[in-house]
């Protein structure tokens, strides 16, 4: 298994434009979280989803949004995009609903807007 | 607000000398605790959680409710222990929220 894959790995952006990326989880994992990593910080937290539906959320605006598919793989929108939104952006999927904190990370998606 | 410090950024030591990375957290309840690790050019990923009282790769790591420490401990570092490392607190509610800390990178020279 090639682990938690993300799509794509860079993209820059200008100013007010709109970005999705995406993520496929690890073979039979069926929850999915994204996290904002902005440089010399720790990731923060964006959302998780399980069984295609949102089960936690960051402080994060409502230009962030996310879904999940019936195989489990995910997207993620950001509209109207803002210099503060440059960042890595990171996705994790968790093996079981009872563990929702053991996660693997993928390599993430770094996103530059100009 | 759930907030997790870890006061140092740079932590360097010599091999074989132990190592203490600390992490102090604010929080109400007893929050599930973790450390992430990220080896260069690797992914993040998970060391250790404080509900299995193990230990991984030679490291511990202890709570202690009354100071809201969870802090990271060798006896020995390696070489190979250099790496970035994250305290991770658990958010309330099992929405899988992980609270990361700063982060302190850990260099250990030979």
């Known amino acids: 298994d090639a682990g938690v894959t993300q799509s794509p790995t860079h993209l820059i952006k200008t100013r007010g434009q709109q970005v999705t990326l995406r993520c496929s989880p690890i073979s039979g994992h069926k929850s999915v979280s994204w996290y904002q990593q902005v440089l010399g910080q720790g990731p923060q937290f964006i959302f998780q989803y399980y069984e295609k539906e949102e089960r936690g959320r960051g402080n994060f605006p409502d230009r962030f949004s996310a879904r999940q598919f019936p195989n489990y793989s995910s997207e993620l929108n950001v509209n109207a995009l803002l210099l503060g939104d440059s960042a890595l952006y990171l996705c994790?999927?968790?093996?079981?609903?009872?563990?929702?904190?053991?996660?693997?990370f993928g390599p993430g998606t770094r996103l530059t807007v100009t | 607000a759930q907030r997790v410090t870890q006061p140092e950024k740079l932590l360097s030591v010599f091999k074989g000398a132990p190592v203490e990375l600390k992490c102090n957290y604010s929080y109400s309840g007893s929050p599930e605790l973790f450390w992430y690790v990220q080896y260069s050019r690797q992914r993040l990923q998970l060391l250790l959680r404080h509900i299995s009282r193990e230990s991984i790769k030679g490291f511990t790591a202890d709570l202690n409710k009354g100071e809201t420490s969870f802090h990271l401990k060798k006896p020995f570092a390696q070489e190979e222990d250099s790496a970035m490392y994250y305290c991770?607190?658990?958010?309330?509610?099992?929405?899988?929220?992980?609270?990361f800390g700063q982060g302190t990178t850990l260099q250990v020279k030979p």
């Open positions: 991770a607190p658990a958010g309330s509610g099992n929405t899988g929220k992980l609270i």
């Open positions: 994790a999927s968790s093996p079981t609903p009872g563990h929702p904190y053991e996660q693997y």
